[in-house]
């Protein structure tokens, strides 16, 4: 799995995907996907993580550059667990000279990994298929890096800065995600309200009032995924 910390025995890397990135540092994503095998035939399981996160917290999870202990470049804002995976929100620290380095190379597209630093507690190995599920881990840090090794974990938002409004896909995961609704209804609303009060608030025909309500309703929304 590569070369050991002082901390981690072992790493997994997940690709990220930055099509942008806020002016703060700020993104979102998932360091890990549950139920998958990474190109070292391991598997992490819904779970896993649970124990150490609850011990830990993000805020005991170190944000490191390439897994040295040494190169600390910013701090883990969130880390949960989800259906999908380990969801992670982070800020890169402008005060830090390494930390932006990284932000260029981010914005650049020459920097897109990310590498969970931990230790196991429990696996369990199929003999058959040689792929090891790891039950249960202890999460000590999570690394920005060059190179990848699960291709399908991705970031899924990056944070904008000051008072913008989310992005439609921003504003549809914290329907379905944190209001409650349905894929289905989060999109039939999109489809017939976001573009027109983000991008045309002002054309004629709509319900003022309605539309100060909706309003209200993003409002809350772009505070609540900057929280």
């Given at each position: 799995m590569g070369g050991k910390t002082m901390l981690a025995d072992e790493m997994k890397y997940a690709d990220l995907s930055l099509t942008d990135l806020a002016g703060d540092g700020s993104f979102s994503g998932y360091a890990s996907l549950f139920g998958e095998i990474d190109l070292g035939k391991d598997m992490i399981e819904r779970g896993a993580f649970s124990r150490s996160l609850q011990k830990r917290g993000a805020e005991g999870v170190r944000m490191l550059f390439q897994h040295d202990p040494s190169e600390p470049i910013g701090a883990w804002r969130k880390i949960r667990e989800d259906g999908r995976g380990l969801y992670v929100e982070g800020v890169l620290s402008a005060d830090v000279a390494r930390a932006r380095e990284v932000h260029a190379l981010?914005?650049?597209?020459?920097?897109?990994?990310?590498?969970?630093?931990?230790?196991?507690?429990?696996?369990?190995?199929?003999?058959?298929?040689?792929?090891?599920?790891?039950?249960?881990?202890d999460l000590w840090e999570i690394s920005i890096v060059t190179f990848p090794m699960l291709p399908s974990a991705r970031i899924t938002s990056v944070k904008q800065a000051g008072d913008a409004f989310p992005t439609i896909r921003e504003f549809e995961r914290w329907l379905t995600r944190d209001a409650g609704l349905s894929r289905k209804a989060a999109r039939r609303f999109l489809a017939g309200g976001y573009t027109t009060l983000v991008g045309g608030r002002d054309a004629a025909g709509g319900d003022d009032m309605d539309d100060e309500r909706l309003l209200g309703l993003l409002n809350r929304a772009r505070r609540l995924m900057s929280s």
């Open positions: 981010m914005k650049s597209g020459g920097l897109d990994g990310l590498s969970i630093g931990f230790q196991t507690v429990r696996a369990k190995t199929d003999a058959k298929t040689g792929v090891r599920r790891v039950l249960e881990a």
